[in-house]
């Protein structure tokens, strides 16, 4: 008992003075305290919990609820907190997150706390459900009743009625449209029945209009890219009035080249705003552009003729008209008339040039990580100017990313070609080196591991020269490979826990798939030749090997010279003639964080979680082990080397027998290096 206790005290300065203000009864001291204590320590949760408590008593309600919202997700069976978060949640109106809160506990919790939040549940549940009875009621009586529209619809979201809420969300918008909040809890329910189009569509509308706050609020839930054509087209289907919207998917299918769904689509919205003037010129620029001059004058004089002197002026300048003598003063134009970005009033020969910047789009839509439309853009921004450099360059990064690496190449060499800036050909020029490599006919890989091991005291080394043949009509690549492993204690005896070799040089001839979203096959025939002698196996002996791996690194910090998180994950499947055709399974697992660099280095603390099994039931290939780490590099050395250093604690997975320890510690230490040619 005494030790709980200990362990439960304070260990920092700021909770000790947090814990001495509770004592004075200086609840504001007492939160300042604990504040920065978790800002120490995040994962404390009984300094969050004391603190929460604090807040109550100061009458901070919410932010004592968010206080418990985070105990919570770090201790999930802490049924007592869960019920006071879900407390908590009922008292400031967050009346479906306390449902759900009790719901779970009812169901989960122990007998103590199921009794308790059974009763909360339907405190909860028992007035929602009256209210979607009166509700309906009311409806059955005047089905145009907007008010019930809306009350139906939020107590049936707050009961998780998704289907109903959604329904009624949308019916209510279709009676009141200039409640445009209605759009974005109508995406917010399509999201919870799993319709991303339909709530994309909503979300998409609501961001469109005149309401400052409800498109706020939808452009939390819209993706941070340029919407798609289609999205535009759903979002009109919902808000058909929506001019705003309207004139974007115009100027959307300008940028990608498409002036005749751009007419079309500025037509459409005529028949809604005939006096949107930005409208009336695209319209009949794009006319004079192809030769209908009698059909572009029916809009451009309209244009010339209105109430805004300036824009005419740049339409006349456009045209290469004379100037007109100055007009007498009109009243000022209504902001709905030339709203939306301003189209280039060009010569007709350009009359299709896109209105939107491509190149800017393109820059968004690669930022996000949406390749496709990038490539899109960065395709209509050189049919603008074939010369640019930097959107050639970009292209081919686009490419390679959407894994069309011939496309790539040639990108990157035109850029090499067409730069005049040295930054953007010396950047084009590495970026065509390093792919060239990777879509080689001829490919040699070489990469080497040695490392320290303290549970087995000793030094190991692995490496490997491999050399394929990429076909490029057929998804395999044979290869020729020479593999190394090896050990400092002659009279270790400890097999490679990777390649379950010993002392050995190995070379193979074999056969590899490519790589399929990171996941490769492989199968490979040869002779180990042993360069340390031992009685029980001969100095050479054949190799029969086949496997599956894969891997995946995700975060920005996955490269150890960005900021950021990262997680990675390898897995391994090997089967091998030389153990008894034992087949192992390998998950090596690591996530962590990139810091910010420090000088020359590069540096990041990561998190691992290894586990190693065979068919065989060997006792040295079934363990698991976990722990901190930390891998870094300096700025001058080859961006595919590495140090990293583990503490990790394991245990084997099956029973011992007393022949060693059911439970180790290891320090393990080594450098990676790798490149191709």
């Known amino acids: 008992m005494m030790c709980l206790v200990a362990e439960a005290a ?3 300065n700021h909770a000790t003075e947090a814990f001495n203000a509770l004592k004075d009864k200086d609840y504001d001291r007492a939160v300042a305290s604990f504040r920065r204590a978790i800002e120490a320590d995040p994962a404390r949760a009984d300094y969050r919990k004391e603190m929460a408590y604090t807040l109550l008593k100061m009458g901070e309600t919410e932010e004592a609820r968010d206080q418990f919202e985070v105990i919570v997700k770090l201790e999930p069976k802490d049924w007592h907190s869960t019920m006071e978060y879900g407390y908590l949640c009922h008292e400031t109106r967050r009346v479906r997150e306390a449902r759900r809160v009790f719901d779970l506990v009812r169901k989960q919790g122990d007998p103590e706390s199921r009794k308790a939040a059974e009763t909360a549940f339907l405190n909860v549940d028992k007035p929602l459900e009256d209210a979607i009875l009166r509700w309906t009621m009311a409806l059955a009586q005047n089905a145009s009743d907007f008010s019930a529209h809306q009350e139906l619809a939020h107590a049936a979201e707050d009961r998780a009625n998704w289907k109903l809420a959604a329904e009624h969300y949308k019916r209510a918008w279709e009676l009141n449209p200039a409640y445009r909040g209605l759009l974005v809890d109508l995406g917010r329910t399509l999201q919870q029945l799993g319709d991303s189009e339909g709530a994309t569509a909503a979300f998409l509308a609501a961001s469109r209009g005149d309401n400052p706050r409800a498109a706020e609020a939808a452009l939390e839930f819209l993706p941070k890219r340029t919407p798609y054509a289609s999205e535009f087209q759903k979002a009109i289907e919902l808000d058909r009035k929506n001019v705003d919207m ?7 299918w300008l940028a990608v080249n498409k002036p005749q769904e751009a007419e079309a689509e500025f037509l459409r919205l005529l028949e809604i705003a005939p006096g949107d003037l930005l409208s009336l010129a695209q319209v009949g620029m794009m006319r004079l552009g192809r030769g209908d001059r009698t059909g572009a004058m029916t809009f451009l004089d309209k244009v010339l003729s209105g109430n805004d002197a300036a824009f005419a002026k740049k339409v006349r300048e456009a045209m290469a008209l004379p100037a007109q003598a100055p007009a007498p003063a009109k009243p000022e134009p209504k902001p709905a008339d030339t709203k939306g970005p301003p189209p280039p009033m060009v010569r007709p020969q350009a009359a299709t040039r896109p209105a939107v910047p491509a190149m ?7 930022a996000a990580g949406y390749m496709k439309d990038a490539a899109r853009f960065y395709e209509a921004a050189l049919e603008d100017n074939p010369k640019d450099a930097r959107a050639r360059l970009k292209l081919g990064y686009t490419y390679n990313m959407l894994r069309q690496d011939d496309e790539a190449i040639r990108h990157f060499e035109t850029a090499i070609r067409d730069s005049t800036d040295d930054r953007l050909r010396r950047e084009a020029r590495k970026a065509y080196r390093n792919l060239k490599v990777s879509v080689a006919r001829v490919r040699t890989t070489v990469w080497l591991f040695p490392m320290f091991s303290s549970r087995w005291h000793s030094g190991f080394a692995y490496g490997q ?16 490979s020479l593999r190394f492993v090896g050990d400092s204690q002659r009279g270790a005896g400890a097999l490679s826990p990777q390649y379950l070799s010993e002392s050995s040089f190995i070379g193979a001839v074999g056969v590899a798939t490519s790589s399929w979203k990171g996941l490769t096959a492989w199968a490979e025939a040869g002779n180990a030749l042993r360069y340390r002698d031992r009685p029980d196996i001969g100095r050479m002996t054949p ?15 996955k490269a150890i010279a960005e900021p950021g998180w990262f997680v990675e994950s390898h897995a391994d499947v090997v089967m091998l003639s030389r153990f008894r055709w034992n087949t192992l399974g390998y998950l090596q697992n690591r996530g962590g964080y990139t810091l910010p660099p420090v000088g ?23 363990f698991f082990d976990t722990g901190p780490g930390v891998r870094f590099r300096l700025k001058s ?5 590495s140090w990293s250093v583990d503490l990790l604690r394991g245990a084997y997975l099956l029973p011992t027998g007393g022949a060693r320890k059911p ?4 320090i393990r230490a080594g450098i990676w290096y790798a490149f191709t040619h």
């Open 246 to 252: 309207r004139r974007e998917l115009a100027f959307l």
């Open 360 to 366: 800017e789009m393109a820059e968004k839509s690669y």
């Open 543 to 557: 190799d029969y090997r086949a496997g599956a791996s894969f891997g995946r690194a995700i975060g920005p910090g």
């Open 663 to 666: 439970e180790y510690y290891d």
């Open 465 to 480: 020269v491999k050399t394929e043949l990429r076909l490029r009509t057929l998804p395999i690549r044979p290869y020729v």
């Open 10 to 12: 304070p260990t920092g």
């Open 600 to 622: 020359p280095l590069q540096w990041q603390l990561n998190w691992n979680a290894n586990v190693v099994t065979d068919r065989n039931r060997e006792l040295w290939a079934n």
């Open 637 to 641: 050395m080859p961006a595919s080397m």
